[in-house]
Nanobody, 125 residues
Framework: QVQLVESGGGLVQAGGSLRLSCAAS????????MGWFRQAPGKELGFVAA????????YYADSVKGRFTISRDNARNTVYLQMNSLKPEDTAVYYC??????????????????WGQGTQVTVSS
C-alpha cells in the first residue's frame, strides 16, 4: 500500500513557475514508476509526465515538453514536477500516481495503482 500526498499548487500568472511535490509513504517507493496527471474542468484526466523507478527515464506529454520537468528523490520518497512558462491552459487539478508494474503504459491512468488527492494549479492570463 502506498499513500500519496501532493502539495505545491496555487495561483500563478502566465509565464510563471510552480513546483509540485508528491510525498509517498512506505519503504517501497523506489519500486514504483511515478506519474503526474491533470484534469481541467469539463475535461478528461490527461497524462502530464512520468518517471522510471531510478529516475533515469522520463516521459512527457507533447503539451508540456520543454516546460515541465519531472524528477524524484528516492531517499525522500518524493516525486516532483517543476512547471515553468505556465500557460492558462495548464490550469487543472494535478494528481500524482504510482504504478507498480513498469511494463504497463506510463501514459494510461488506468494502469496506475495508487493516487493522491490532487492539488489545484490555476494560471491567470
Amino acid at each position: 500500500q502506498v499513500q500519496l500526498v501532493e502539495s505545491g499548487g496555487g495561483l500563478v500568472q502566465a509565464g510563471g513557475s510552480l513546483r509540485l511535490s508528491c510525498a509517498a509513504s512506505g519503504r517501497t517507493f523506489v519500486n514504483y514508476f511515478m506519474g503526474w496527471f491533470r484534469q481541467a474542468p469539463g475535461k478528461e484526466l490527461g497524462f502530464v509526465a512520468a518517471i522510471s523507478t531510478t529516475g533515469v527515464h522520463t516521459y512527457y506529454a507533447d503539451s508540456v515538453k520543454g516546460r515541465f520537468t519531472i524528477s524524484r528523490d528516492n531517499a525522500r520518497n518524493t516525486v516532483y514536477l517543476q512547471m515553468n512558462s505556465l500557460k492558462p491552459e495548464d490550469t487543472a487539478v494535478y494528481y500524482c500516481a504510482a504504478n507498480s508494474d513498469s511494463s504497463r503504459s506510463y501514459a494510461d491512468h488506468n494502469e496506475y495503482d495508487y493516487w493522491g488527492q490532487g492539488t489545484q494549479v490555476t494560471v491567470s492570463s
